[in-house]
């Protein structure tokens, strides 16, 4: 059989277990939808498989789940040149419209030829030239489009269950040693990069944000967890690069695991909708929820 028929993708364990076959069909379902609680680079991967799923509510959520994805999402996601061919091609017919997302996808050496000849049919029809009623008509015939496709992917792949590889990098990491995943964590693709932050090994987990590659993306999901090690979080603190994005500083707030004197700096530059929030949330501790409320009083005042 053809090898480069074969569809070889690496996913975390956390994601691999929701295409299995064996796997609950409610969790395939929350995961269909987008509500497995997966890293955000780990949703679409397992969408595309779940869209060959036998079961037809599944399929179709797959694919609604898909068509939903956020723009800032499918850059990230698109502008990745380690993304299957295939799972480029599906995003191209799905999103191929958003002018965006159209070009991040033309620039990734990963869109081959297929891809690119469905990006140019599809711009032969600007969507800004529809009504309101045509664009609907248009959403409606894009997804019939990603269906089509999708069964003919389908019956293509699912020949021999030989033909789909899961390799769990969780699993090649149990077997690396420090140093190894001292390298990996510093040139490692996101995939890598999101496990090794998470390693009890602080000099390797220390290593992931000195990646070059690393994105604002991935510092603001780091940003919400709870690590093991803090100076990853402090490390984020001082980055003034990374703590001009609100949304960043906003995490970092909000996570019990940053250091309190950053906490506090960083409180000022939130809005007063936020500050409020914090206010009354019992997810933060006393001194920050206080301090908010003060702020807000002192703001008050001087109106």
């Keep these: 059989m053809d090898d480069s028929r074969k569809v070889r993708v690496t996913i975390s364990r956390a994601a691999a277990r929701y295409v299995q076959p064996d796997t609950p069909r409610e ?95 599809m711009a032969g029809q600007s969507p800004d030239d529809t009504g309101a009623n045509g664009d609907q008509d248009q959403v409606a015939g894009q997804s019939a489009l990603a269906e089509g496709e999708i069964d003919e992917i389908a019956e293509e792949e699912q020949e021999d269950d030989a033909e789909e590889e899961f390799k769990s990098n969780y699993q090649l990491a149990m077997e690396m040693g420090i140093s190894e995943k001292i390298k990996m964590a510093l040139t490692g693709d996101k995939e890598w990069r999101m496990l090794l932050v998470k390693d009890k090994n602080k000099m390797v987990s220390g290593s992931v944000i000195k990646n070059p590659r690393i994105t604002e993306g991935e510092i603001l999901t780091i940003s919400k967890c709870q690590l093991n090690n803090d100076d990853i979080l402090r490390e984020i603190c001082i980055n003034k690069d990374w703590t001009k994005n609100y949304q960043i500083r906003k995490a970092l707030i909000e996570n019990s695991k940053t250091p309190l004197h950053f906490t506090l700096r960083f409180l000022g530059g939130l809005t007063n909708k936020d500050l409020g929030l914090l206010s009354k949330s019992k997810n933060v501790s006393s001194v920050i929820s206080t301090q908010a409320r003060r702020m807000i009083m002192n703001k008050e005042k001087e109106k």
Excluded: M, W
């Design 27 to 121: 969790e395939k379902l929350k995961a269909a939808r987008g509500e497995a609680g997966l890293l955000p680079a780990d949703v679409p991967v397992v969408q595309y498989f779940l869209t060959r799923d036998p079961d037809p509510e599944i399929k179709t959520e797959a694919v609604s789940g898909l068509e939903g994805l956020s723009e800032q999402l499918l850059l990230e996601i698109c502008s990745d040149p380690s993304i299957h061919p295939r799972i480029l091609q599906l995003l191209a017919t799905l999103h191929g419209k958003k002018t965006a997302v159209a070009k991040i996808i033309l620039l990734n050496p990963a869109a081959d030829a297929q891809t690119q000849a469905c990006l140019a049919q």
